[in-house]
C-alpha cells in the first residue's frame, strides 16, 4: 500500500496505531515476564523455602527428641520420666503436624524418593526408641543406653541424612527457581530494552517520513502560490498523491488553468474592446448621417400616414353599411328558411296521407274481389235453384258487375295514387334538398356577415391603429432627434472606452501565459 495514497488523518492514525502496536507488544513481553517472575517466586515462597523450613523444623524435633530420650534412658525419677514423656509426647504432635505439610508441599518424584527413604528409616527409628523407651521404663537403664546408641544412633543417623538430602534438594529447587526467575527478569529488560529502542526508531522514521510528505508539498504550493502571484502562469504543477497535499496542489493546478483562460480571455476581450471601440466610433458617426436621413423619412412618412387614415376610416364606413345589409340579408334568407321548413313538413303530411289513401283502395280493391267473389257464387246457387232462382241470378249478375267495376276503378285510382306517391316522393325530396341549400344559404350568409362585421371592426382598429402609428411616427421623429444628440455621447464615451481598454492590455500584460512564453 502507497502511503501517499492516503490521506493525513490516516497516515497520522496509521504511524500512532504503529506505535500504539509496538508499545502494546513491549507492554505485554513486560506482562509475560513478570508472570513468569510471579510463578518463580510463588514456587519458592511457596514450595521450596516452606519445604525448606518444614525439613528445618523436623531434623530440630528429631534432634531435640532424641536428647529428651537420652534424658529419659539417663534418668530413673519416676516423676521426672513422666514429665519427659510428656515433653516427649508434645514434641511428636508438633513433628507430625510439620510432617503432614510438608508432605503436601512435595512437587517431584525425586523429592518423593527422599520422603519414602526418609520415611522408612523414621519408622525403623521409632521402633528402636520405643524398645529403648520400655527399657528405660524398667530401669534397664544399661540395655536402654546400648539401643540408644547402637541401634537408635544408626537410625537417627540415617533418618537425619535424609532431610539433609530433602534440605539440599529443596534448596537446590529454591535456588534453580531464582535462577530462572533472574533470568526471566533479564530477558524482560532485554526485550523490553529492544522494543523501546525499535519503537524510538519507528516513530523517528515515522515522524521523518509524515513531516517530509506534509512540508515537501507544502513548500511546492507556496511557491507556485509566489509565483502565481508574481504573474507568473507557466509554472508546472505536479501532483503526486492523493491526500489533502496533493489536493491542495490539484487545486492550485485548476485555479492555474482556470486564471489562465481568464487571463487569456481578459487579454482578448481587452483587445477586441479596444477595436470595436474604435468600430463604433466610426459606426457613431455613420449613424448620425443615418439619423438625419431617417429623420426627413419620417416626415414623409407622417404625411403618407395621414392619407391612409383617412381612406381607412372610409372604408370602415363602408364596411359598417355592408355589415347592415348583410345582417338583412341573413334575416330574409332565415325567413326563407323557415318557409322552406314549413313545405318540406307539408309534403311529408301530404306523403304521409297518399300512402294511407294507397293502402284504403288496396282494402277496397279487396272488398270488390271478394264481392265478385260472392256474386259469381250466388249465380252459381240461382242456377242451382232454376225458374225460383232466376231473379236472384240477376241480382247477383249486377252486383258482380258492379264489383268489376268498382275493381277496376280502384285499381285505376290506385295506380293514380302510386303515381302520386312517386311523385310526392320525387317532390318531398326536392323540397329536402331545396330546404338543406336554403339551411346552407342562411348560413353562408350568417357567415358573410360574421365576416363583414369583422371586417367594420378591423376596419375601426385599423382606423384607430393608423392614428396610433401617426402619433409613433411624430414621436419616432421626436426620438430621432434625441437620437442624433445621443450618438455625439456615443462617439465620445466609445474614445473613452478605448483608452480604457489599452490600460486593461497594459495592466494584463503583467500576466505570462505558457502558450506564448511572452507578457500579455
Do not use: C
Not at 25 to 45: F, G, L, N, P, S
Not at 111 to 133: A, C, I, W
Amino acid at each position: 500500500m502507497n502511503p501517499s495514497r492516503l490521506g493525513l488523518s490516516r497516515r497520522l492514525a496509521l504511524a500512532f496505531a504503529v506505535l500504539t502496536a509496538l508499545m502494546l507488544a513491549i507492554a505485554a513481553t513486560a506482562v509475560v515476564q513478570m508472570r513468569a517472575m510471579d510463578e518463580r517466586r510463588a514456587e519458592i515462597t511457596g514450595n521450596w523455602l516452606p519445604s525448606v523450613e518444614s525439613v528445618n523444623q523436623m531434623r530440630s524435633l528429631l534432634a531435640e527428641l532424641r536428647i529428651v530420650d537420652t534424658l529419659h534412658v539417663l534418668n530413673t525419677d519416676e516423676v521426672a520420666m513422666q514429665a519427659l514423656e510428656k515433653r516427649m509426647a508434645d514434641i511428636q504432635q508438633r513433628f507430625e503436624r510439620i510432617h503432614a505439610g510438608y508432605e503436601a508441599l512435595i512437587s517431584s518424584d525425586e523429592e518423593r524418593m527422599l520422603h519414602d527413604r526418609f520415611k522408612g528409616d523414621l519408622v525403623s527409628g521409632l521402633g528402636v526408641r520405643q524398645r529403648t523407651l520400655e527399657l528405660s521404663r524398667s530401669n534397664a537403664n544399661s540395655e536402654a543406653r546400648q539401643l540408644l546408641e547402637g541401634e537408635g544412633e544408626k537410625s537417627f543417623s540415617a533418618a537425619m541424612a535424609s532431610l539433609e538430602k530433602l534440605i539440599a534438594l529443596n534448596s537446590q529447587g529454591a535456588a534453580t527457581a531464582a535462577q530462572a526467575s533472574d533470568a526471566a527478569k533479564q530477558q524482560g529488560l532485554l526485550v523490553v530494552g529492544i522494543g523501546a529502542l525499535l519503537a524510538l526508531i519507528a516513530s523517528v522514521a515515522m515522524a521523518w517520513r509524515l513531516t517530509r510528505s506534509i512540508t515537501t508539498p507544502l513548500r511546492e504550493a507556496v511557491e507556485i502560490a509566489d509565483r502565481v502571484a508574481s504573474g507568473d502562469l507557466t509554472v508546472p504543477i505536479r501532483v503526486e498523491s492523493d491526500d489533502e497535499t496533493g489536493q491542495l496542489l490539484a487545486s492550485l493546478s485548476r485555479m492555474q488553468a482556470r486564471l489562465v483562460e481568464i487571463v487569456g480571455s481578459v487579454r482578448g476581450n481587452a483587445e477586441l474592446v479596444s477595436s470595436a471601440s474604435q468600430e463604433i466610433a466610426q459606426g457613431n458617426q455613420d449613424l448620425s448621417r443615418r439619423t438625419e436621413d431617417q429623420a426627413s423619412a419620417l416626415e414623409q412618412t407622417a404625411a403618407t400616414m395621414e392619407q391612409l387614415g383617412s381612406t381607412v376610416r372610409h372604408n370602415a364606413e363602408n364596411a359598417r353599411e355592408a355589415s347592415v345589409l348583410a345582417s338583412q340579408a341573413n334575416q330574409a334568407a332565415q325567413r326563407g328558411g323557415e318557409v322552406t321548413t314549413q313545405v318540406v313538413d307539408t309534403m311529408r303530411a301530404i306523403n304521409e296521407s297518399s300512402r294511407k289513401i294507397a293502402d284504403i283502395i288496396g282494402v277496397i280493391d279487396g272488398i270488390a274481389f271478394q264481392t265478385n267473389i260472392l256474386a259469381l257464387n250466388a249465380a252459381v246457387e240461382a242456377a242451382r235453384a232454376g225458374e225460383q232462382g232466376r231473379g236472384f241470378a240477376v241480382v247477383a249478375t249486377e252486383v258482380r258487375n258492379l264489383a268489376q267495376r268498382s275493381a277496376s276503378a280502384a285499381r285505376e285510382i290506385k295506380s293514380l295514387i302510386t303515381d302520386s306517391v312517386a311523385r310526392v316522393d320525387q317532390g318531398s325530396q326536392l323540397v329536402d334538398q331545396a330546404g338543406a341549400t336554403m339551411t346552407q344559404i342562411v348560413d353562408h350568409i350568417r357567415h358573410v356577415g360574421e365576416m363583414i362585421e369583422r371586417v367594420s371592426l378591423a376596419s375601426q382598429e385599423q382606423s384607430t391603429g393608423v392614428g396610433q402609428v401617426g402619433q409613433a411616427v411624430t414621436q419616432m421623429d421626436q426620438t430621432t432627434q434625441q437620437n442624433a444628440a445621443l450618438v455625439e455621447q456615443s462617439a465620445a464615451a466609445a474614445d473613452s472606452l478605448r483608452q480604457q481598454a489599452q490600460q486593461m492590455v497594459q495592466a494584463m500584460a503583467v500576466f505570462r501565459l505558457a502558450r506564448d512564453g511572452l507578457h500579455a
